[in-house]
């Protein structure tokens, strides 16, 4: 079984930064394509940022230019870097990393408890 546990989530004032983290543990596994999701209130997750094992990255239109994500592969983390938040921004955010147990072929997708990210106009 593996476990993502996210953090770095928070109160900010708009205008302000915040930097996300997530940390899959486990073990034997080793990790495809890693996300970002958030959800509003009322709303569906919507996909914000991914980056696959080879480093590509993509990121929903409403945040290219203020967020970057980033991994770091040895230690199984995926970061999300924000930068001029918005209120607009304000949901709780959810990373999920496709897993893939040592010997096997096929991948299982699993996801962080979510964190709340806050930001005020």
């Known amino acids: 079984q593996v476990q993502l546990v996210e953090s770095g989530g928070g109160f900010v004032q708009s205008g302000g930064s915040l930097q996300l983290s997530c940390v899959a543990s486990?073990?034997?596994?080793?990790?495809?394509?890693m996300r970002w999701y958030r959800q509003h209130p009322g709303n569906e997750r919507e996909l914000v940022a991914g980056?696959?094992?080879?480093?590509?990255?993509t990121y929903t239109n409403s945040v290219k230019g203020r967020f970057t994500i980033s991994r770091d592969i040895l230690n199984d983390a995926v970061y999300l870097q924000m930068n001029t938040l918005k209120p607009e921004d304000t949901a709780v955010y959810f990373c999920?990393?496709?897993?893939?147990?040592?010997?096997?072929?096929?991948?299982?997708?699993?996801w962080g408890q979510g964190t709340q990210v806050t930001v005020s106009s």
């Open positions: 999920n990393a496709d897993i893939r147990y040592s010997g096997q072929i096929e991948t299982y997708r699993y």
């Open positions: 486990g073990l034997r596994f080793s990790i495809d394509a």
């Open positions: 980056i696959t094992s080879t480093g590509t990255t």
